[in-house]
């Protein structure tokens, strides 16, 4: 089934599209979006015709210790702005991830028995989903110790807003991946999808992709979106039934 233009304009754009918790700020015109939270901070779906005034008018509003990405697509203007925001010293994102693949699907991709997903409830379990998602993403420690400050009061405005949604895959009674739901009227896109390096191959990713669905389905926007890795996640989602919808560039802030 072809992929509604709702959803795609979702999976090139969800940071205007989604439903925030008090802890993430945004701020959206018809140049730019910019979502921030308490150490990072995302620019996308940019449309300008003076690259420098943006980039100046953006890093007044995200303080320099913050970890800014910034994410276009096909839709964004100017067509070269990735090579002039390399001209202002733009690099190689932090997590070594320049291209995404955008993609969508609205077909109920296939169960995975075995594996058990719950939905995080409790802030020990929150916990538990964050140290997963560390090591499975292999992320700094000094990323870590910026982030482990702010985790309490992130859950909570997580939990108060019911968004995004954690789920956490159990194998064998083990915690073995985490993934979270952001939510729009549009649809749900995929954030956060990892798995612990010892426990891949075992259905674990597939689980946590289905689990995410049915919550949609519960949710009444059965429509899935995320921007995946191009040797990692890409073609595993292929093989889910996701589409792609379009490549997606980043860039990070040189401060």
């Not at 150490?39 to 800014?68: F, G």
Request: glycine letters at 6%; proline letters at 8%; aromatic letters at 8%.
């Amino acid at each position: 089934m072809p992929t509604s233009s709702a959803l795609k304009e979702l999976a090139e754009a969800p940071d205007r599209y989604t439903q925030l918790s008090a802890d993430v700020e945004r701020f959206a015109d018809e140049r730019v979006c910019i979502l921030q939270g308490a150490t990072w901070a995302s620019v996308s779906d940019i449309r300008t015709n003076d690259v420098e005034a943006l980039v100046a008018d953006v890093q007044e509003r995200v303080p320099a210790h913050k970890h800014a990405v910034w994410w276009f697509g096909p839709s964004s203007e100017p067509h070269n702005l990735d090579e002039q925001l390399k001209a202002l010293g733009f690099g190689m994102p932090q997590d070594r991830a320049p291209v995404l693949h955008a993609m969508a699907t609205e077909t109920p991709p296939p169960e995975s028995p075995g594996v058990d997903v719950r939905k995080v409830e409790t802030f020990a379990d929150y916990e538990i989903a964050m140290q997963v998602m560390w090591d499975s993403f292999e992320t700094p420690e000094e990323r870590r110790n910026a982030e482990r400050p702010h985790m309490r009061a992130s859950f909570e405005a997580q939990q108060k807003a019911g968004v995004p949604g954690t789920f956490i895959a159990y194998a064998d009674g083990e915690p073995a991946g985490i993934g979270r739901s952001v939510y729009s009227p549009r649809g749900v896109f995929l954030i956060a999808g990892a798995v612990l390096p010892a426990l891949r191959g075992r259905g674990v990713y597939r689980a946590l992709v289905r689990a995410r669905w049915d919550d949609a389905v519960t949710r009444g926007t059965p429509g899935l979106v995320t921007e995946a890795k191009p040797d990692t996640s890409y073609p595993i989602l292929q093989r889910l039934g996701f589409e792609e919808v379009c490549v997606i560039r980043r860039l990070q802030d040189p401060r």
